[in-house]
């Protein structure tokens, strides 16, 4: 990024106190029926300030039986944030996605973390909601869980943007966006650009919730304990 365009020391401190007044765009973390964690985030935001926002949302659902997040309205955000979430998801440490610097010829991986605040939940079923509006990072997240094995996608396919993209000034009052960079897989070695992330269960975005409710509730009853007849 330009020097000009980097942002000053009390511009951070604003963008910093905008994500805390925001919640860090974590709208609910709940309990459903049965025993089901459910997380609604809009965002991710960056962990340096997000990160206790999400530890609390995590340890609210530490002892449910299957974990929904849902994105449909998640446009994305930070990756570090995306491997920190996806961190409480796995017990032994997990290669997530790689982001190719095309102008630096560089390759940033990204890993899920050796620690996080409170407890991990490596063996509950995860569901991830989407929609055509799921974007970016919040791609990536659904991406990563999806080919890791980690979790089933429910909803429409997603906005198909894996390439991070910077704007440039061509006129006065206008600019255009360049990518710079490319999301790669390690399991796939490719991306959602412009395909979008497909479901692993096809329903429109207002029905996913249900579906991934409905989802769970069979997969702990198949999930529970025997128990011997008397």
């Not at 290669?95 to 190719?100: A, G, T």
């Amino acid at each position: 990024m330009p020097e000009q365009q980097k942002p000053s020391p009390d511009e951070i401190a604003q963008m910093r106190q905008h994500m805390k007044h925001d919640n860090c765009a974590f709208e609910k973390a709940e309990i459903l029926f049965g025993n089901i964690g459910y997380i609604k985030f809009d965002a991710f935001m960056d962990p340096g300030v997000c990160a206790p926002t999400v530890a609390a949302a995590m340890s609210f659902v530490a002892n449910a039986d299957a974990l929904i997040f849902d994105l449909r309205d998640n446009g994305g955000g930070d990756p570090a944030m995306v491997a920190f979430v996806a961190s409480y998801l796995f017990e032994g440490r997990t290669h997530l996605n790689d982001l190719y610097n095309r102008k630096e010829n560089s390759t940033e991986q990204f890993w899920t973390l050796a620690y996080v605040p409170g407890e991990r939940m490596p063996k509950q079923p995860v569901y991830v909601l989407t929609s055509k509006r799921t974007f970016s990072g919040a791609e990536e997240f659904a991406y990563d869980l999806q080919t890791q094995k980690r979790a089933t996608l429910v909803g429409e396919t997603t906005g198909g943007g894996a390439h991070p993209v910077a704007g440039h000034a061509v006129a006065d009052y206008f600019m255009i966006g360049v990518p710079f960079a490319k999301a790669v897989n390690p399991v796939t070695k490719t991306n959602w650009e412009g395909t979008g992330v497909e479901p692993d269960v096809k329903v429109s975005a207002a029905d996913a919730l249900t579906t991934a409710e409905k989802l769970a509730a069979e997969k702990i009853q198949t999930r529970a304990p025997t128990q011997a007849p008397k």
